[in-house]
Nanobody
Framework: QVQLVESGGGLVQAGGSLRLSCAVS????????MGWFRQAPGKEREFVAI????????TYADSVKGRFTISRDNTRNTVYLQMNSLTPADTAVYYC?????????????????WGQGTQVSVSS
């Protein structure tokens, strides 16, 4: 059974930073594409960032490009999301997800395993 557990969320002022972590157990994820998604109150879940199994290729939503960085440590089976220059628009529950297919996808339907989410709140 694959389990993803997010941590690192919290309350931060606008302009601040947070680092989210996603620890994966039950499966080695070094070959899996991993992604971060988020869901703000009253909105649909949206794509944030994706990283390949090796960590060599990443892609980001336009809304976070230049501010967020996705990375992974396969020796620790962990994926990270470094979030800088946060704004109130970044307030959401952030989810980590794993995709079995080797092809990139920003569509949440293409992800097979999900964490429970971690709340990020940014005050103005």
């Amino acid at each position: 059974q694959v389990q993803l557990v997010e941590s690192g969320g919290g309350l931060v002022q606008a302009g601040g930073s947070l680092r989210l972590s996603c620890a994966v157990s039950g499966r080695t994820v070094s070959s899996q594409i991993m992604g971060w998604f988020r869901q703000a109150p009253g909105k649909e879940r949206e794509f944030v960032a994706i990283v390949t199994g090796s960590g060599g290729v990443t892609t980001y939503a336009d809304s976070v490009k230049g501010r967020f960085t996705i990375s992974r440590d396969n020796t620790r089976n962990t994926v990270y999301l470094q979030m800088n220059s946060l704004t109130p628009a970044d307030t959401a529950v952030y989810y980590c997800a794993a995709r079995s297919s080797p092809y990139f996808s920003a569509n949440e339907r293409g992800y097979d395993y999900w964490g429970q989410g971690t709340q990020v709140s940014v005050s103005s």
